[in-house]
């Protein structure tokens, strides 16, 4: 069982940056891959980035390419994801999300967090 726990979310400025944190209970050499996802108020959840535990190879959507940076520090079990020139549109809950062996932006993961709202004022 894998443990996930956001951090970071909060009330931003349009234009701004934030690192959204995801405290993540993951042996290093686990076969592992955490990503990002968000929901927007009515809309459906979208995949925003993903990384591998171990190795570090990631990918991110399309639709936030070049204003999203995803990283992980295993010596402090933390995944994090990093985003510039924040827009309202931006304005959803973050979920970070575990999965075994496939890194992939489907939604298919096993163990989800339990969220934290980003809110982008304008």
């Known amino acids: 069982q894998v443990q996930l726990v956001e951090s970071g979310g909060g009330l931003v400025q349009a234009g701004g940056t934030l690192r959204l944190v995801c405290s993540a209970s993951?042996?290093?050499?686990?076969?592992?891959?955490v990503g990002w996802f968000r929901q927007a108020p009515g809309k459906e959840r979208e995949a925003v980035a993903a990384?591998?535990?171990?190795?570090?190879?990631?990918i991110v959507a399309e639709s936030v390419k070049g204003r999203v940076t995803i990283s992980r520090d295993n010596a402090k079990n933390a995944v994090y994801l990093e985003k510039n020139n924040l827009q309202p549109q931006d304005t959803a809950v973050y979920y970070c999300?575990?999965?075994?062996?496939?890194?992939?932006?489907?939604?298919?993961?096993?163990?989800w967090g339990q969220g934290t709202q980003v809110t982008v004022s304008s």
């Open positions: 999300a575990g999965r075994r062996r496939t890194l992939t932006l489907r939604d298919d993961y096993e163990f």
């Open positions: 993951i042996n290093y050499f686990d076969n592992y891959i």
């Open positions: 990384i591998t535990w171990h190795g570090g190879t990631d």
